[in-house]
C-alpha cells in the first residue's frame, strides 16, 4: 500500500519523547498509511539512537541525523523532502501539538484547501501551554506583525502544526529561505498567490519532557526573516546580521575609549584598547547571534577570535587605505568614511565566513 501521510517530526533532545510521539501517532492515525521521519540535529542526549532503535522493528519510522548543523526550519524541509507520499504533516517532537486533530487536518487538505493549520487561538483552541507571560506577548506581537506580512487573517502564523500535499510543499522549497523557525510563515510568503488555509482549533499541552529550544533570540530571528523578504532576499541576512554587529561593535569602541581617556591614557592607547575591545564583542555576538547555527565552542572559539581579529584588522586597514584614496580625490570626508566602512564590513563579513566559522 502506497504512503498516505509523512509526518515530518523536528528535534532536539528530545529522547524521552520518541517513543511515546511513535505511540501517539499510531494511535491517532489508526487505519491510515502513514510513516513517521524524526529529524534530529546530532542531540547530544541520543534522540536519533531512540528514533532508530524502534525504526528497526517498525518500518513506519525513519530518522534523518543531521551533523554539524542546526535548526528547525531547515530540519523539516529535509524531513518532508524526504517525503514520497502524497500528504506531509509537521509536528513538534515534544508532544504539545495534539496529534489526534491530523485525521481532521488531512481531511481539510483532501477536502480542497491548500493547507490546514493548527491553531491555538482560534474557538475551541488554547495556548495554556505558553510558559511564561513574556512567551504570551511574543506571540501575540508577532501575530500581528505576520498578519500585516502575509496579507492573511491567519490566527496562529507561528504554529509549527501543520499539514499540506507534497507537491505543494515541492513546488515551494526552492523558494524557501530554511532560516530561523518559522517554517510556516517562510511557506505561506514563499507562495505566488494567496492560500486558502483552513484552520483547525487544538490545546497546547504542556511539556512534559524535555525543554523548550525557543527563546528570545527567536524573535530577532523573526524579525530577519520579515526583513529578508521585505528585501526580496537580495541582501543575505547574515550579511544584515553581521553589520547590525558591527554597528553595534562602534559604539563599544566609542564607549570604551572614552572611559580609557578618562583614566589619562593618551588618545592613541585609548582608541587601541577601544578597538580591541569591540572586536571582542563582534566576536562574542557573532557567534552567538549570525552564526548561531555553526557556533564555535572551547578551543575553536579561541582559535575563531584569534582569527576573527586578524581579518578586521586587515578590513580596517583596507577601510582606511581606500577611505584616504577616495578622500584625495574627492575632498569629501563623509562620503570617503562611508565607503571606506562599507569595504571593511563587505571584506570583514567575507572573509570571516569563509575563514572563521566556515560556511559552506
Ligand atoms: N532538528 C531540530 N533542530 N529540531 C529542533 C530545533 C533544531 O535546531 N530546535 C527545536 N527543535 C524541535 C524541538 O525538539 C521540538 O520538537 C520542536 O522543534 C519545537 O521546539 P520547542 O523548543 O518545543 O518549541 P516551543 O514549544 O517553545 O515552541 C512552540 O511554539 C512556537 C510558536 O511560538 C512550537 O509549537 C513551535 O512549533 C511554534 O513555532
Ligand atoms: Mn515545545
Not at 513538534?92 to 491548500?114: F, I, K, S, Y
Not at 506577548?137 to 507534497?166: C, H, N, Y
Request: aromatic share 6%; hydrophobic share 50%.
Amino acid at each position: 500500500m502506497s504512503i498516505t501521510l509523512t509526518v515530518v517530526v523536528p528535534c532536539f533532545n528530545e529522547r524521552a519523547n520518541v517513543a511515546p510521539m511513535v505511540a501517539a501517532l499510531d494511535a491517532a492515525l489508526a487505519g491510515l498509511a502513514w510513516e513517521v521521519v524524526f529529524v534530529d540535529d546530532d542531540s547530544p542526549d541520543g534522540t536519533a539512537a531512540a528514533a532508530r532503535e524502534i525504526a528497526r522493528h517498525d518500518p513506519r519510522v525513519r530518522c534523518i541525523r543531521r551533523i554539524g548543523r542546526r535548526g528547525l526550519s531547515s530540519a523539516v524541509i529535509e524531513g518532508a523532502l524526504s517525503s514520497s507520499a502524497d500528504y506531509i504533516a509537521v509536528i513538534d517532537g515534544d508532544l504539545q501539538h495534539d496529534e489526534t486533530r491530523l485525521p481532521l487536518m488531512l481531511q481539510a487538505v483532501a477536502n480542497g484547501a491548500d493547507m490546514a493549520v493548527g491553531s491555538r487561538h482560534v474557538e475551541g483552541g488554547d495556548s495554556a501551554g505558553l510558559s511564561s507571560p513574556l512567551r504570551v506577548k511574543l506571540s501575540e506581537t508577532g501575530i500581528r506583525v505576520a498578519q500585516l506580512v502575509t496579507r492573511t487573517s491567519i490566527t496562529d502564523p507561528m504554529s509549527g502544526f501543520f499539514l499540506l500535499r507534497r507537491a505543494l510543499f515541492e513546488q515551494l522549497a526552492s523558494r524557501l529561505t530554511g532560516q530561523g523557525f518559522k517554517i510556516l510563515l517562510d511557506l505561506i510568503l514563499a507562495a505566488p498567490s494567496r492560500l486558502n488555509i483552513a484552520e483547525i482549533p487544538y490545546k497546547f499541552r504542556p511539556r512534559t519532557a524535555g525543554e523548550s529550544k525557543l527563546d528570545v533570540l527567536v524573535l530577532a530571528q523573526f524579525a530577519g526573516l520579515l526583513i529578508d523578504k521585505l528585501l526580496g532576499g537580495a541582501v543575505p541576512l547574515r550579511f544584515i546580521s553581521f553589520a547590525l554587529v558591527g554597528g553595534f561593535g562602534v559604539l563599544v569602541n566609542l564607549l570604551v575609549l572614552q572611559l580609557a581617556r578618562s583614566t589619562g591614557l593618551d588618545f592613541a592607547t585609548s582608541q587601541t584598547i577601544g578597538t580591541i575591545v569591540a572586536m571582542i564583542a563582534n566576536f562574542q555576538l557573532n557567534n552567538q547571534l549570525t552564526y548561531r547555527a555553526q557556533r564555535l565552542k572551547g578551543p575553536r572559539a579561541w582559535r575563531g577570535l584569534v582569527l576573527f581579529l586578524a581579518v578586521c584588522s586587515l578590513g580596517a586597514i583596507a577601510n582606511v587605505g581606500i577611505a584616504r584614496a577616495l578622500y584625495a580625490e574627492n575632498g569629501s570626508s563623509l562620503f570617503s568614511g562611508a565607503a571606506g566602512a562599507a569595504i571593511g564590513v563587505v571584506w570583514n563579513y567575507a572573509v570571516s565566513a569563509t575563514l572563521v566559522w566556515r560556511v559552506r
